[in-house]
């Protein structure tokens, strides 16, 4: 059973441009949620999406935004790439009704 | 807002101790907590799920325990082993979608 995968690994970016993101969540899932997490910081909830609408937003200016698709894979996309937008992004798959939530690896972001 | 706090920021233990990790909480109103260790640059890895119905979980050398009404959970490692350093992050679910997550105990067992 494959668990929750995220592309790319790593990615390299200027100020200004644009980026998007991919996950894939674990089999039987239905739920992603994005996060963002600075280097020894806990993750910050960016935003969830459930049958393809956003359902709930972190505090997360609008450059951040999202898709999900009808096989439940998402993206996150960030426009006008900031400094401070560097970090490690996560994302979390779930299910009702705990929504116990499974991680994948991470895209590892920086912004030059 | 739920603000979430874990003590200690770090600790370094030597192998074969039995350890607790803190983890406190502002609101009582929770779903449930969840407990993950996270390796350097790496993802999280899910260790136990605590419902808000229950006081606590077991999953091998580990054990979870959730108080609600104080706002407390702790996470006790039995046996500590150089494998499992790493940094234990706990996650409040209020009753919506989103997690709360505290900055982490980074744990180092010495051989």
């Known amino acids: 059973d494959a668990g929750v995968t995220q592309s790319p690994t790593h990615l390299i970016k200027t100020r200004g441009q644009q980026v998007t993101l991919r996950c894939s969540p674990k089999?039987?899932?239905?739920?992603v949620s994005w996060y963002q997490q600075a280097l020894g910081q806990g993750p910050q909830f960016i935003f969830q999406y459930y049958e393809e609408e956003e359902r709930q937003r972190g505090n997360f200016p609008d450059r951040f935004s999202g898709h999900q698709f009808p096989n439940y894979s998402s993206e996150l996309n960030v426009n006008a790439l900031l400094l401070g937008d560097s970090a490690l992004y996560l994302c979390a798959s779930s299910r009702q009704p705990s929504y116990e939530q499974y991680f994948g690896p991470g895209t590892r972001l920086t912004v030059t | 807002k739920q603000e979430v706090t874990q003590i200690p920021a770090a600790l370094s233990v030597p192998e074969g101790e039995n350890l607790v990790l803190n983890c406190s909480f502002t609101d009582s109103a929770i779903y449930n907590l969840q407990w993950f260790r996270q390796d350097p640059g790496k993802g999280l890895t899910s260790l136990l799920l605590?419902?808000?119905?229950?006081r606590e979980q077991t999953s091998g050398r580990l054990n979870a325990s959730l108080d609600k009404s104080s706002g407390r959970s702790t996470l006790y490692i039995a046996a500590s082993q150089p494998g499992d350093s790493a940094t234990y992050l706990c996650?409040?679910?209020?009753?919506?979608?989103?997690?709360?997550f505290g900055t982490g105990t980074s744990l180092t067992v010495i051989p």
């Open positions: 089999s039987g899932h239905d739920t």
């Open positions: 605590i419902q808000s119905s229950q």
């Open positions: 996650a409040v679910r209020p009753h919506g979608n989103q997690f709360y």
